[in-house]
């Protein structure tokens, strides 16, 4: 259903975000756990957050001169599997999406042992932390609902699931009207190994190393 022609939808969106109580994902720094300085070309600068998968890393790539984020997958899976992961990972990578509302995927691979992708860097706030200005007023908040709903609508007419949309995967940009979605077609990779990734219970602050359940 088109997100944005449903009269409930905006409603029911602010009231998952704002009203229900959804735990905020736990920050991660990965104690027990090594991670390479580097992905690729990406040099690694400090970690900036963290999610049921594994943790994201602030990097920059020096042959362009750009910041990237890195998200690198912290699961329990045999070297095989870590394999399959890349490679589907890379086929996310080769066929980012084009709607300006959706953080483009921009490259993938595997650092050692960690399969990862790259995205761009999107500056801005978190929506769980950008409410907190925004407040619950609609008026302020509506915009950024209606973005979400047409990132949503874009992503699945593009054939891209998400499975697991979180406020920490929706970045609002300070002071303008620029709202972003992020992790589109992840889960989908995941699954390709046959396995179900964690789901939106799973994103509990004592669920600090999930690991995927085979089905």
Same mark, same amino acid.
């Given at each position: 259903?088109?997100?944005?022609?449903?009269?409930?939808?905006?409603?029911?969106?602010?009231?998952?975000?704002?009203?229900?109580?959804?735990?905020?994902? /736990? &920050?991660?720094?990965?104690?027990?756990?090594?991670?390479? *300085?580097?992905?690729g070309?990406? @040099?690694? +600068?400090? #970690?900036i957050?963290?999610?049921?998968?594994?943790?994201?890393?602030?990097?920059?790539?020096?042959?362009?001169?750009?910041?990237?984020?890195?998200?690198?997958?912290?699961?329990?899976?045999?070297?095989?599997?870590?394999a399959?992961?890349?490679?589907?990972?890379r086929?996310?990578?080769?066929?980012?999406?084009?709607?300006?509302g959706?953080?483009?995927?921009?490259d993938?691979?595997?650092?050692g042992?960690? /399969? &990862?992708v790259?995205?761009?860097?999107?500056?801005?706030? *978190?929506?769980?932390?950008?409410? @907190?200005? +925004?407040? #619950?007023?609609?008026?302020?908040?509506?915009?950024?609902?209606?973005?979400?709903a047409?990132?949503?609508?874009?992503?699945?007419?593009?054939?891209?699931?998400?499975?697991?949309?979180?406020?920490?995967?929706?970045?609002?940009?300070?002071?303008?009207?620029?709202?972003?979605?992020?992790?589109?077609?992840?889960?989908?990779?995941?699954?390709?190994?046959?396995?179900?990734?964690?789901?939106?219970?799973?994103?509990?602050?004592?669920?600090?190393?999930?690991?995927?359940?085979?089905?």
């Amino acid at each position: 259903a088109n997100l944005l022609h449903s009269t409930r939808a905006v409603p029911a969106v602010l009231q998952f975000f704002c009203c229900t109580g959804v735990s905020p994902l /736990p &920050f991660e720094d990965s104690v027990g756990s090594t991670f390479p *300085s580097a992905f690729g070309s990406y @040099r690694v +600068l400090h #970690q900036i957050g963290s999610g049921v998968l594994g943790p994201v890393f602030r990097t920059y790539e020096p042959q362009v001169d750009r910041l990237v984020a890195v998200k690198a997958f912290k699961l329990d899976l045999v070297p095989e599997d870590v394999a399959r992961l890349a490679d589907a990972l890379r086929r996310l990578a080769s066929n980012p999406s084009t709607h300006p509302g959706i953080v483009r995927v921009l490259d993938a691979g595997l650092e050692g042992t960690s /399969p &990862f992708v790259a995205m761009e860097y999107a500056s801005g706030e *978190s929506l769980d932390v950008a409410m @907190r200005d +925004l407040g #619950q007023g609609l008026g302020r908040v509506l915009p950024v609902l209606i973005d979400i709903a047409r990132a949503v609508d874009a992503a699945w007419a593009e054939g891209r699931g998400h499975g697991a949309l979180h406020p920490r995967d929706v970045i609002v940009s300070p002071g303008s009207p620029d709202t972003r979605l992020t992790g589109f077609g992840i889960n989908s990779a995941v699954e390709s190994l046959g396995a179900r990734p964690p789901g939106p219970r799973d994103r509990q602050p004592h669920h600090r190393h999930a690991l995927l359940q085979q089905r």
